[in-house]
């Protein structure tokens, strides 16, 4: 009897833990309008023309490239390193726009883990083959950004 009560709180214990774990996105879903982290300048080029302004930030992500609703970041060897996208026109592969209830992509990703940082509070979706992620910012119960990003 002591061993199946046991068992019983050790299995409630695991499940809770699990529970409590965000789900994972697949890597292909690091993609916004249909650029992905690692693309080179040249892919970006090729799927959006010129942006509208290109900046040296001088920072890790050195070049950042404006388009209207989407900000790509290039970093080491002029490849993608983060996007943004703040336009129901660039969505991820999945679906998942700015503009959308969140409810929708909880629905499509799972739980996400809820990370709060400097600059607010975001849904997280770890990669599942890699150290980059996709954020989403919400506000009042609607996507407000969506950004694919990586550890530098």
Same mark, same amino acid.
């Given at each position: 009897?002591?061993?199946? @009560?046991?068992?019983?709180?050790? @299995?409630?214990?695991?499940?809770?833990?699990s529970?409590?774990?965000?789900?994972?996105?697949?890597?292909? %879903?690091?993609?916004?309008g249909?650029?992905?982290? #690692?693309?080179t %300048?040249?892919?970006?080029?090729?799927?959006?023309?010129?942006? =509208?302004?290109?900046?040296?930030?001088?920072d @890790?992500?050195n070049? =950042?490239?404006?388009?209207?609703?989407?900000?790509? !970041?290039?970093?080491?060897? &002029?490849?993608?390193?983060? $996007?943004?996208?703040?336009?129901?026109?660039?969505?991820?592969?999945?679906?998942?726009? +700015?503009?959308?209830? @969140? $409810?929708?992509?909880?629905?499509?990703?799972?739980? +996400?883990?809820?990370?709060? &940082?400097?600059?607010?509070?975001?849904?997280?979706?770890?990669?599942?083959?890699?150290?980059? !992620?996709?954020?989403?910012? $919400?506000?009042? #119960?609607?996507i407000k950004?969506?950004?694919?990003?990586?550890? +530098?």
């Amino acid at each position: 009897m002591r061993y199946i @009560f046991s068992t019983a709180i050790a @299995f409630l214990m695991v499940g809770a833990a699990s529970a409590a774990e965000p789900s994972l996105v697949s890597d292909k %879903e690091l993609s916004l309008g249909g650029v992905a982290l #690692g693309d080179t %300048e040249a892919a970006v080029l090729r799927k959006l023309g010129q942006p =509208r302004r290109i900046t040296d930030t001088g920072d @890790f992500l050195n070049i =950042r490239m404006d388009y209207p609703g989407l900000t790509v !970041w290039l970093g080491e060897g &002029r490849r993608v390193g983060e $996007v943004l996208s703040t336009s129901k026109q660039h969505c991820t592969p999945a679906g998942i726009c +700015p503009g959308m209830p @969140f $409810v929708k992509a909880k629905a499509k990703y799972g739980p +996400p883990l809820v990370a709060d &940082r400097e600059d607010g509070t975001f849904m997280e979706y770890p990669g599942s083959q890699s150290a980059c !992620w996709l954020q989403i910012a $919400v506000s009042k #119960g609607s996507i407000k950004s969506v950004r694919a990003e990586c550890q +530098p």
